[in-house]
Nanobody, 128 residues
Framework: EVQLVESGGGLVQPGGSLRLSCATS????????IAWFRQAPGKEREGVAV????????RYADSVKGRFTISGDNARNTVYLQMNSLKPEDTGVYYC?????????????????????WGQGTQVTVSS
């Protein structure tokens, strides 16, 4: 059974940092692409960052480039999202999602429907 468990969310002031974790199990880590999506109240869920575990290739949404870094730890089957210089507009529920890397490559890295497996989400609030 595939499981994704997010952690690390919380309340942070603008300009601050947080590191989110997505602990995974139930699949061959190297074969998958794992992404972070976020959803703000009243808005669509949007892709933030993705990593293809096998070759380490990463992609970012324009809104987070230069501020967020996605990485994978093969020993722990865990993906991290380091978020720096946080802004109020980064507020939302952050979800990790996973699927076969080949599927993601063919359907689009930030297409929600391309991902079959999702975590429960973790709240990130950026506010003074």
């Amino acid at each position: 059974e595939v499981q994704l468990v997010e952690s690390g969310g919380g309340l942070v002031q603008p300009g601050g940092s947080l590191r989110l974790s997505c602990a995974t199990s139930g699949f061959t880590f190297d074969d998958y692409a794992i992404a972070w999506f976020r959803q703000a109240p009243g808005k669509e869920r949007e892709g933030v960052a993705v990593i293809a575990i096998g070759d380490g290739v990463t992609r970012y949404a324009d809104s987070v480039k230069g501020r967020f870094t996605i990485s994978g730890d093969n020993a722990r089957n865990t993906v991290y999202l380091q978020m720096n210089s946080l802004k109020p507009e980064d507020t939302g529920v952050y979800y990790c999602a996973a699927d076969w890397a080949d599927t993601i490559a063919s359907m689009g890295v930030f297409v929600r429907e391309a991902y079959d497996y999702w975590g429960q989400g973790t709240q990130v609030t950026v506010s003074s």
